[in-house]
């Protein structure tokens, strides 16, 4: 039976680790001996209480509370949140727990009201892989009170929400609103009686062996790699923002690449996975998926007069469906290798993900690609091995160029002077496909690479970089 590859065990260490280093300063203060200076948090604009807890390591809970805040949904921009410190972890009392089959440091966090970053903290795990069943690990002894007992009933209390529950329980809040016949989930109220489900003994119904998503949490405009494994071949499917994801089968492990949009809120999803057996029976799991915020930027752009005329209603909605025709393809072949290489020689000149108010008008629309900065007929060569699907002038997008690279992962390239491919045409990575120019809706010479996973704009920038966690991975390796 295959394990999680290495390349994902890499991906979601980067993450702790990112997420880790990202932790403030208080701890350090702590451990330094000296009395640690409350923090003051100010909210952003995009920022929730999920978002801020989970930066500095708190739960919800425990953030909303030191804040008197009665409800984690209403938190306004320009809001002073204190912090609470964390403290120093060896003051924190602990006992141990024995790892089961289908423990995750996440699950775990969750049913010790704590955070994944301070479970990995105190027990000195620089990657979650390292945690196995039969592992003894140290947890924060504050035991979950006799009320906490699964199988049994919970009386809702005057701050309680169905969130907020179904967190403690480690319980997913769909299940939750099922078991308890909720009619509307947003309506609990003091006092009502809601059942809580035993979860069993942690162990995924056959014929789901493994169920790998990373990296959790997922920041909006990422990419999320799911990968599964079972006891047999199977039919798999899957739903996630409430659209179905397609998966890909490769050495007997089941892969489906999912993008964030930029505007997904962030929260927790129900990842739901089916399996149908070679007799035709259907098996199906439910989990859960915590997107957080992108940290995006925010522009002010203004359209000179003439150029502005572009963004007709039929000019953009003539690009949507020229587009839109090769944006969903799903290819089961995959021909891409990690990392991707980068486009085109220029510098990054406009981020991806960028918030964007056009002549004064409200943020709804967003950069959905990558700009390189670049003169007129400078190359741009293909980032992985594809097939030419699109290769046409384009109102916006001028001359525009779109490859297909297999499992749903495309790209995307406009404002070219010339195209040196044709549709149909196989190509391979660092090969000439086009030059750089300033056609379409550009004020200037660039390059506008886009970056389509699951038909949704991801930031391909991930994908270039030299440290980006896949490209040791086995199963993407070159030649695969
Ligand atoms: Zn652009």
Redesign the pocket.
Known sequence: MRKITPGIRSLLALALTLTIAAIPSTLALAQSGEPPAPTVHIVQQGETLFSIATRYGLTVDRLAHANGIPDPRQIYIGQRLTIPANGDLDAVETTTYLVQAGDTLYSLARRYQTTWQVLARLNNLLSPDTLYAGQVIRVPSAPLSADLARGASYIVGPDDTLFRIALRYDIPPWTLTTISGLADPLLLHQGQELVIPDAGNGLLPVPFVNIAVQPLPVSQGNTLIIAVHTTEPVTLTGRLFERGIPFAEEDGVYYSLVGVHVFTEPGLYELELTATDQRGHTTTVDTGVVVQSGDFEYQQIDLPANRAGLLSPAAIARDKERLDAVRYLFTPERRWTVPFQRPCAGPVS?YFGAHRSYNGGPYTSY?????FRASTGTPVYAPADGIVVLAEPLALWGNGLVIDHGWGVLTGY??LSSIEVAVGQHVTRGQLIARVGNTGLSTGS?L???MWVGSVSVNGLQWLEGDYPWIESDWLAVGG
Not at 367 to 371: C, I, Q
């Open positions: 406009a950069h959905s690609g990558t700009d406009g404002h660039h506008h690479w886009e």
